[in-house]
């Protein structure tokens, strides 16, 4: 059981265990009800009912469209100290093919991705928080909307979020469904890539596919694109770094039309990246391979690139910190301070743009280490057994960063570590 292998020592813990029955309700509960980005009202309600009964001080709703931010003072505040703690709380438009009781009741809507159990896990810390306050400072619990492909982080941090909120640091939390439960990953660099979206449209000239010397063949130039900018990564991409060009979609023609040579095709795709410089050049190498292969064969071709999310780059001092935090609650063997980075992407960057922090990825798969079922799975299901290890984890980072100077709570941390976090964040 995952309870035996939590340190003695892991009070938050041990407290939150007594409850957990209820958050697996809840988490559940969430899971039944999914809701997209920005129309996530019906799980705001359920985490702000959730947050009264856990007796937060501030409740604070409708920040960026949908987000909830509960505050909650420790028994002192002459540090000064705040620090953020935020979870995801929408799910993702696709039909889920699971069976058991909590399956989601809404057609073409499922929490595949395990945002209900990170809500859940928040709403157990700041359960745990408000009632022991063993900490010096403010927690601030941020609830984000839209964070597929909605850019709710982006949005909570235009309507005010850290200038009403001015936390020293933000913390962030992935369920991972690659890692056993009770493990937990890090690293003190990129987590995740930036995520951009690429649409390449190609001109030419229709005409009948009998006759293809009197066209310009738009299919016949896609094939060539998609061919020739995966040239981009392996030639102008130091092998050293990491990008990933994907084309993922083709649209030409009429699929009733098989003698028809369309005049137009269009290609959409996806760019990731770590580092600007990379980013840069292989949006400019996209134009440029594009264009000449294009115009080799008679066509024009057009490029729009977007970038969508930014990389997910923790800062070092805070991963450094979030790693000691782990590593008290589950020992050494449990934690992995040099995670491989994802080619996914997360809209947590935006906050990581604006405040240091961390990025950590904690383990709910199998005790082999592989979950039944990867993130964005129409069977995917977060494990609830994990529910009281994410909220102490979170809770740890508020303990920790925040610690009562006067003995009533001890930090977890060595004095050198809990300075230097505090430097990190002057």
Known sequence: MLTSRIKAHGRAFAHIVAFHPELTALRRDLHAHPEIGFEEHYTAKRVVESL???????????????????????????????????????????????????????????????????????VGAARYLAETRQFDGTAVLIFQPGEEGFAGAKAMIEDGLFERFPVQSVYGMHNWPQMKPGTVGVNPGPM??????????????GGHGAHPYQTVDPVLVSAHIITAVQSIVSRNVRAIDSAVISICAMQA????????????????????????????????RLQEVCSGVALGLGAAAHVKYERIYPA??????????????????LGHDHVDRNMDPSMGAEDFSFMLQAKPGAYLRLGQGLESGMGGCYLHN???????????????????????????????????????????????DA
């Open 192 to 205: 995740m890539a930036s995520a951009d979206r690429i649409t390449i449209e190609i001109t030419g000239k």
């Open 253 to 284: 023609g009429d699929m009733g039309a098989f003698s028809v040579m369309p005049g137009k095709a269009t290609l959409v795709g996806t760019v990731r990246t770590f580092h600007a410089e990379v980013q840069n050049m292989i949006e400019q």
């Open 52 to 122: 009264k009964v856990c007796g937060v001080d501030e409740i604070h709703t409708g920040i960026g469209k949908t987000g909830v931010v509960a505050v909650i003072h420790g028994q002192r505040r002459e540090s000064g100290r705040m620090i953020g703690l935020r979870a995801d709380m929408d799910a993702l438009p696709m039909t889920e093919h699971n069976d058991f009781a909590w399956k989601s009741t809404k057609p073409g809507m499922m929490h595949g991705c395990g945002h209900d159990g990170h809500t859940t896990m928040l």
């Open 312 to 329: 997910t780059i923790n800062s070092a001092a805070e991963a450094r910190f979030a790693a000691d935090v782990a590593q008290k609650l």
């Open 378 to 424: 129409s069977r995917y299901d977060f494990n609830d057994e994990v529910l009281p290890l994410g909220a102490a984890l979170h809770a740890g980072l508020i303990e920790h960063g925040m610690p009562l100077a006067d003995g009533h709570a001890k930090p977890a941390l060595s004095n050198s570590t809990v300075s230097n976090h505090a430097r990190s």
